[in-house]
């Protein structure tokens, strides 16, 4: 649906040059709810920006449903983009027009009939629940009620890309979740793929299905939310799991505990029905191996449960073996941690 071919975006400002992309791979499956996140300047809008034709690559291609927009006119470029709709992080509504006329924006660029654009802009504020704000100013609504106008406008046009840049920044956590909900609802009733950028985990956690990790212009890691947040590899992807999971030792425990002579501590992840299966007890059952829990966690994700756990395993070399061993075989993830985590 979407796929970016080692793309590559400088930006050269006052003879500086900023090299904002920097050889980007990845792909956008029809039906996904993709996130994209990253620290501050990390490259998100820019790449964000370029699925919507708003920006050019230097180097490399953009595909959208399979054609590269290099290759697009003036007049197919307004078709595609009239396929991709886009809502901001400070919403981008026209404050002198009432949330009606909002919305009708792009049908009346797509010189659609009055009867039409009434039709269709009841039927998208009937959707984003907002019927009773049709002749309300902006000003007079909430920010959440602001970014529904929002959507509804992104909408309008029938797209089958909605590209949501930061979108519930500026919201507090209960309107964040009910805007996610109300994105969850278009993706599944609409069959509009997403594409999410953010720098919140939590966002990502709630509704995407896949996740790319940006760093300096980099993707440093993707894969399957479930994937990424049971074994984040790269040390940022860590530091944003660890914003939404807890999964190490908390400082008091570390204290109270002192790693014996021979002992090892492991971070074990399981997920799904693993997490409800009586693992650990069948493995002291059948190993000679002493367990201290240190920590344990579970966590919804994807309607997956992932459980974390941290353990320390003490006895003899054989038996540690044969204990990590049953352990593998059952389809836990097990990762040696220092004493210190
Ligand atoms: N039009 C532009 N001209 C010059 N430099 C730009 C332009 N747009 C982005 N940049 C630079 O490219 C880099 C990536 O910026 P970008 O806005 O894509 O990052 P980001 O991850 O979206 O950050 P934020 O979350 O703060 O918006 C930054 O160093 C930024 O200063």
């Known amino acids: 649906m979407i796929e970016l071919k080692n793309v590559y975006k400088t930006f050269t400002r006052k003879g500086i040059t900023i090299d904002a992309l920097k050889g980007i791979d990845l792909k956008v499956e029809k ?103 049709a002749d309300s100013y902006p000003s007079e609504l909430s920010g959440g009620q602001k970014q529904r106008v929002g959507i509804a406008r992104a909408l309008a046009s029938n797209p089958s890309i909605l590209l949501c840049d930061e979108a519930t920044s500026a919201l507090d956590p209960q309107t964040t979740h009910s805007i996610l909900q109300l994105l969850k609802k278009i993706n599944a009733e609409y069959n509009i793929t997403v594409m999410i950028i953010t720098h919140e985990m939590s966002v990502i956690q709630e509704i995407c299905n896949k996740v790319a990790v940006m760093e300096e212009g980099r993707i440093i890691e993707q894969g399957s939310v479930l994937d990424v947040f049971g074994h984040p590899k790269h040390q940022t992807t860590q530091n944003f799991v660890k914003t939404v999971i807890q999964n190490s030792v908390t400082s008091s425990v570390q204290k109270s505990i002192h790693a014996e ?81």
């Open 31 to 133: 039906g996904d709810i993709f996130g994209v996140i990253g620290y501050s300047g990390a490259g998100k809008s820019t790449l964000i920006r370029l699925v919507n034709y708003l920006e050019r690559p230097t180097k490399g291609q953009v595909l959208v449903s399979g054609r590269d927009l290099g290759t697009y006119n003036d007049k197919e470029l307004r078709a595609a983009k009239k396929n991709i709709g886009m809502i901001f992080q400070h919403f981008n509504l026209l404050e002198s027009k009432k949330v009606f006329d909002n919305v009708a924006i792009p049908l009346v660029l797509l010189k659609k009939n009055k009867n039409e654009i009434r039709q269709r802009v009841l039927e998208l504020l009937e959707f984003v629940g907002l019927t009773d704000k």
């Open 261 to 341: 002579h021979g002992s090892h501590r492991y971070k074990l992840s399981f997920a799904g029905a693993k997490a409800s299966e009586p693992v650990l007890y069948e493995m002291i059952r059948s190993c000679d191996v002493k367990v201290n829990i240190l920590f344990a966690n579970m966590t919804e994700i994807q309607e997956t449960t992932l459980g974390t756990m941290i353990i320390q395993l003490s006895g003899e070399a054989s038996e540690l073996n044969n204990a990590l061993s049953f352990l593998k075989r059952n389809g836990v993830g097990i990762e040696e941690v220092e004493s210190d985590v």
